[in-house]
């Protein structure tokens, strides 16, 4: 019979408080594997489902048969085939572990890894989240579902115990496991670089409209600022700039604008070479006479915002798996004030 298990391979291991890494080390993957659906994560408060309904997988990756990812909210996770690899034991077994979560009599398995989850301070109502990705159904399972896992497998299984899962918790204990899948799908948890690809584009173009003019790039800061610390990755996939500035092009042209204000005129946009959109720059855009800056900013927030017109657009966005819904939620609920007299609930 053929050996079908995969050699060792090798991952950084973060320092405590971000000194200089160790050499690498040996992450053993000696686990037998069956074919079940590969699986991912959340956090907090875990449901069944809960990712059908709003989560989304942000980031994921795949290293030797490991599969690994971030979802929309910032959770990482494992799936179930690299859980059960780091654990030293079959796919099925993982699977055991989600089926039998809830049931009226606990199995001392589930009991003791409920435990070691409760003493870290963390709870859930169910071992995975499941979220619908590219098509798949995944399983995830959260780093503190996982790391739970992996210290049973390591010590707490009795005849069970297994010696790749003691080695794997001694190098992924700790924050460890999260350090390490977030550097492994290059996310950024502190969203220290969520504003880069919009401050590419402002570099490029704030003063590229012709003086006594405006573009509505410059006027889109207050929604992109909203949608960004909502949680939107703002980039070549939501240029929410382009809607308003066609929406705002068909309401100066629908009301004759141009007899108020003046002629608008076109300018140079570029984008950033990190966007698609730049193997055609400079691209023309219109700009408009600063006569009718007071009426546009009026027309943002009565017609765009709350007229109906940024929901339409989210929406879209959604719908197209390039927005997550709470993202959408978070920036309507900041940019839509509430209706006064409106019932209190």
């Known amino acids: 019979?053929?050996?079908?298990?995969?050699?060792?391979?090798?991952?950084?291991?973060?320092?405590?408080?971000?000194?200089?890494?160790?050499?690498?080390?040996?992450?053993?993957?000696k686990a037998n594997k069956i074919s079940?659906?590969?699986?991912?994560?959340?956090?907090?408060?875990?449901?069944?489902?809960?990712?059908?309904?709003?989560?989304?997988?942000?980031?994921?990756t795949d290293i030797d048969g490991i599969g690994m990812g971030v979802l929309s909210d910032g959770t990482p996770y494992l799936n179930q085939r690299g859980l059960a690899a780091l654990c030293g034991v079959q796919n099925a077994h993982i699977g055991t572990i989600s089926a039998q979560w809830n049931d009226s009599e606990e199995k001392p398995r589930i009991q003791a890894i409920?435990?070691?989850?409760?003493?870290?301070?963390?709870?859930?109502?169910?071992?995975?989240?499941?979220?619908?990705?590219?098509?798949?159904?995944h399983y995830c399972y959260p780093a503190e579902?996982?790391?739970?896992?992996?210290?049973?497998?390591a010590f707490d299984a009795g005849t069970n115990?297994?010696?790749?899962?003691?080695?794997?918790?001694?190098?992924?204990?700790?924050?460890?496991?999260?350090?390490?899948?977030?550097?492994?799908?290059?996310?950024?948890?502190?969203?220290?670089?969520?504003?880069?690809?919009?401050?590419?584009?402002?570099?490029?173009?704030?003063?590229?409209?012709?003086?006594?003019f405006f573009h509505v790039f410059n006027e889109a800061h207050t929604v992109v600022y909203?949608?960004?610390?909502?949680?939107?990755?703002?980039?070549?996939?939501?240029?929410v700039d382009i809607s308003i500035g066609q929406h705002w092009s068909k309401h100066w042209a629908d009301h004759?604008?141009?007899?108020?204000?003046?002629?608008?005129?076109?300018?140079?946009?570029?984008?950033?070479?990190?966007h698609p959109q730049s193997k055609s720059n400079p691209q023309e855009s219109w700009c408009y006479p600063l006569a009718a800056l007071g009426p546009y900013r009026e027309w943002l927030q009565d017609v765009y915002i709350e007229g109906g017109k940024f929901s339409a657009y989210l929406k879209g966005k959604v719908s197209k798996g390039e927005l997550a819904p709470s993202v959408a939620q978070l920036a309507i609920a900041a940019l839509i004030p509430a209706q006064l007299g409106a019932p209190q609930g």
């Open 161 to 212: 115990c297994q010696p790749e899962a003691r080695e794997n918790f001694r190098l992924l204990a700790g924050s460890k496991l999260r350090e390490l899948i977030y550097r492994q799908v290059g996310y950024d948890p502190t969203h220290s670089n969520r504003f880069d690809k919009w401050h590419e584009r402002i570099g490029l173009n704030y003063q590229s409209a012709p003086k006594g």
């Open 226 to 239: 909203e949608l960004i610390m909502a949680g939107a990755d703002i980039g070549e996939r939501n240029v």
């Open 256 to 274: 004759d604008l141009e007899t108020v204000y003046g002629a608008r005129d076109k300018y140079p946009h570029c984008y950033p070479d990190s």
């Open 36 to 60: 079940i659906l590969s699986p991912k994560t959340t956090a907090k408060e875990i449901s069944p489902t809960q990712g059908l309904l709003a989560l989304e997988i942000e980031k994921d």
């Open 114 to 137: 409920k435990a070691i989850v409760n003493k870290a301070g963390y709870t859930a109502s169910a071992a995975h989240v499941e979220i619908v990705h590219n098509g798949r159904l």
């Open 1 to 29: 019979m053929t050996d079908d298990r995969k050699k060792p391979f090798t991952w950084m291991v973060p320092e405590p408080n971000g000194g200089a890494k160790k050499p690498p080390e040996e992450i053993s993957l």
């Open 145 to 153: 579902i996982s790391l739970a896992v992996l210290e049973y497998y």
